[in-house]
């Protein structure tokens, strides 16, 4: 019953939502995306700091995407500059999670390795 | 609630209303639609990385709702893009964390590794130990017996070393004697006979018919019982002779009057009378024909025979 209510309420609360999507297409005025180019920024920012070596392809694409958001947002296409903030911080954070994971697999390549070498070891004397 | 329910379908019924047909999705949609189903899809997702998921399914249905919404391609394909990246982020997440967790297991398995390592090479240890102790233990065992034996042999050496020199010194001593008892008899010129060492003492010792030892030849009974003495185990048998002058009965008195005077002599100076016997010959086993006062001279003699071993000396037949 809570879980239908609480869905019905999201559904509720859609209903002005929508309405205003309808009202500000109508206006053809967007406000500047502070917000979301803020996060974007500091999502690429974190990771360049972490994922520069093992997820440059997605960082290289987060970075580019910022880029291009900034210009938007300076040319006050504030749609566009949002869009491209919001998919820069979901590139960022994608090559933050690959670079832990190339990081971690490593890790326990080595790890195992390591384990491999001293069962060979004992095995050998 | 029943306000709720129909306030929905009375917005859904406006929104298909306000688009007659249903839009087609872009590719960028149908693409997340896969990406995200692929993470739901996936336990290792659904339990580690939760969270991202979440994200992942919220944005895509937020561009689901968009495109039922009619909202423009760029806005949807832009919310599909953030969906698709999001669920890519949560299966590199589930990734990371599966990988921490295997990391933990194999570090447990390197320590269990090492653990069995020093195990084994304490037992190794131990056992080089064991071995090295049994080889020292043999060896001092073995350098006992060694010693042993060599002291064995030494023992056996210097007591055959000694025996070798007893037997030297006997066969010296033996030597010596036989040597000092061969120039006592070769002094008094003895003669080697099968009866034993004979000594002659001519008729120089006593006064023609006359039994009493001359004084001049105290010096020669002296040197015989000197020699006597050196050798207290043999028995000599003293025989006394005469030349043909006179009757034989008396001849044969005086022979033995004779041999008595010289064992008196002999027995006065320390010789034991038991080691000594006496006879008389008289005239018989002349030394030379009596035809003349040398020959007679010769044939006046008493004769001392010493013993070659402890038995009696043996009487003429």
């Known amino acids: 019953m809570t879980q239908l209510h609480f869905k019905s309420g999201r559904l509720w609360r859609l209903a002005p939502l929508a309405a205003a999507a309808v009202l500000l297409g109508a206006c053809a005025s967007t406000p500047p995306p502070m917000a979301q180019i803020a996060v974007g920024k500091a999502a690429v920012e974190r990771a360049s700091g972490s994922a520069a070596a093992e997820a440059p392809v997605e960082l290289a694409a987060a970075r580019e995407k910022m880029a291009r958001a900034n210009e938007a947002f300076a040319a006050k296409e504030y749609t566009l500059a949002r869009q491209l903030a919001e998919q820069a911080e979901a590139d960022a954070t994608l090559a933050e999670a690959q670079s832990r994971s190339v990081r971690s697999s490593r890790a326990l390549g080595e790890v195992r390795e390591g384990v491999r070498q001293l069962r060979d070891e004992m095995t050998r004397k | ?317």
């Open chain 2, 1 to 317: 609630m029943n306000r709720t329910l129909a306030t929905g379908a009375l917005m859904s019924s406006l929104l298909l209303g306000a688009c007659a047909t249903a839009p087609s999705p872009p590719p960028a949609l149908v693409d997340a639609r896969g990406v995200v189903l692929g993470a739901e899809k996936d336990p290792a997702v659904n339990a580690l990385a939760p969270m991202e998921l979440k994200k992942a399914t919220d944005t895509l249905a937020r561009a689901n709702m968009l495109l039922a919404q009619g909202e423009p391609q760029a806005e949807i394909s832009s919310a599909a893009y953030v969906a698709g990246q999001q669920a890519r982020t949560a299966m590199a997440i589930a990734q990371a964390k599966g990988n921490d967790t295997a990391i933990a297991g194999s570090e447990a398995d390197r320590e269990r590794a090492r653990a069995d390592m020093r195990t084994l090479e304490a037992q190794r240890a131990r056992s080089q130990a064991d071995m090295a102790r049994a080889q020292t233990g043999v060896a001092r065992e073995q350098a006992a017996q060694a010693e042993q034996r060599a002291s064995g042999a030494e023992q056996r050496a210097s007591g055959a070393e000694q025996q070798a020199a007893v037997a030297l010194a006997q066969a010296g001593s033996a030597q010596m004697q036989s040597a000092e008892l061969q120039q006592r008899l070769a002094d008094m010129q003895a003669q080697k006979t099968e009866r034993g060492m004979l000594v002659t003492l001519g008729d120089v010792l006593f006064e023609s018919g006359r039994a009493d030892v001359k004084p001049a030849a105290q010096g020669a009974l002296l040197k015989l019982a000197g020699f006597l003495q050196q050798y207290p185990n043999r028995s000599i048998l003293i025989e006394g002779y005469t030349d043909d002058v006179g009757a034989t009965a008396y001849n044969q008195g005086l022979s033995r009057r004779r041999a008595e005077a010289v064992d008196a002599a002999l027995l006065g100076m320390g010789v034991s009378a038991q080691r000594m016997a006496t006879v008389g010959y008289g005239e018989e086993y002349p030394v030379a024909s009596n035809t003349s006062s040398t020959n007679r001279a010769m044939n006046r003699r008493v004769e001392v025979i010493i013993a070659d071993s402890d038995q009696p000396v043996r009487a003429r037949r």
